[in-house]
């Protein structure tokens, strides 16, 4: 299987560079990956495509402000994007480093907020150590200090409204620095409604890395190595997940993150486990699954890995018939664009 096979080409104004101007007044395509049928309503619209019975599993990890700048002792501009704290170690975190020069162990950095970050070691090809001098209560610092990592096919910087949209309604985990993007799309109205008519939702966390943004490499699907990323199920979820299987119903994944959590908790057993740990579970054409139902997604990008998952569930032909019908309905593509339901 090619990664090719995954290709699609998207008109860059159909990249969606803002947030709609409500939450959840995006558009919903529906995909029936038995007949492959589509059909389009709104997202507002969706409880009439669910019924009771059903369970909803969303991802409740929190984005932070990942990203920060400044500048070397000589003037040189520096970006740092944390990537994750070091276990054990308040101020200590994984970063990627961007500069015009060549980072060296033991560098200073000048922060905008007039701290210093202190470059530690190399942890791998890519990823440094990073450490923050003399901050105390480092996330309130770094709410206050730090910019919202947006995809950078965004092509623009943050701005006010991302703090408040680049976030689910029921984030509460701070972790991750990507959005789960399909959670984007309710708000509590929609969940309380849902609820009043015997849907439950559950939550699980899993902190999206940048492994979500990495393009494939290789040429074959099946030679590329996933990303790990730090997941929680608490016990009330699997309980939820496992009691609506043996109750015959649906278990609805809302975003990538949620299914990749679930499949992956349930690779041993064939159910769900609550528990922490890293998933790196790799999701594409053939893979069986366990848990999952039917996905509410948004649409990804071509030859990523998130595309493969869904044309897991749904079947690659069907997917990218979907993703042409979307196009020339001219729906909104990526983070900040409409959703499709596969059922």
Known sequence: MLVKDFFYNLPHDLIASHPPEKRGGSRLMLLD?????????????????????????????????????GRRPTGGRVEIFLLRRVAGDQECWECLLR????????QYILLESGMTAVVRSRDTSENWLVEFDGIEQFDVWLDREGHIPLPPYLLRDDCQIDRERYQTVVAREPGAVAAPTAGLHFTHEMLAALANQGIETALL??????????????????EHQIHTERFVIPHVTSDAVNR???AGGRVIAVGTTSARTLEYSA????QVVSGCGEADIYIYPGYC??????????????????????????????????????????FRFYSYGDAMFVS
Do not use: C, W
């Not at 500069?99 to 033991?106: C, D, H, V, Y």
């Not at 492994?211 to 040429?219: I, K, S």
């Open 33 to 69: 990956r038995t007949t492959g049928s589509i059909t389009e309503d709104l997202f507002s619209n969706l409880l009439a495509y669910l019924k009771p019975g059903d369970l909803l599993v969303m991802n409740d990890t929190r984005v932070i402000p990942a990203r920060l700048f």
């Open 99 to 106: 500069s015009s020069k060549k980072i060296r162990e033991g």
């Open 205 to 222: 966390t899993l902190h999206t890395g940048l492994g979500t943004f990495q393009p494939v490499r290789v040429e074959n699907v099946e």
């Open 244 to 246: 609506t299987k043996a």
């Open 267 to 270: 690779q041993q057993s064939g």
């Open 289 to 330: 699954f366990k848990v999952i139902d039917a996905l509410i997604t948004n649409f990804h990008l071509p030859e990523s890995t998130l595309l493969m998952l869904v044309s897991a569930l749904a079947g690659r032909e069907n997917v990218l018939e979907a993703y042409r019908e979307a196009i020339l309905r001219e």
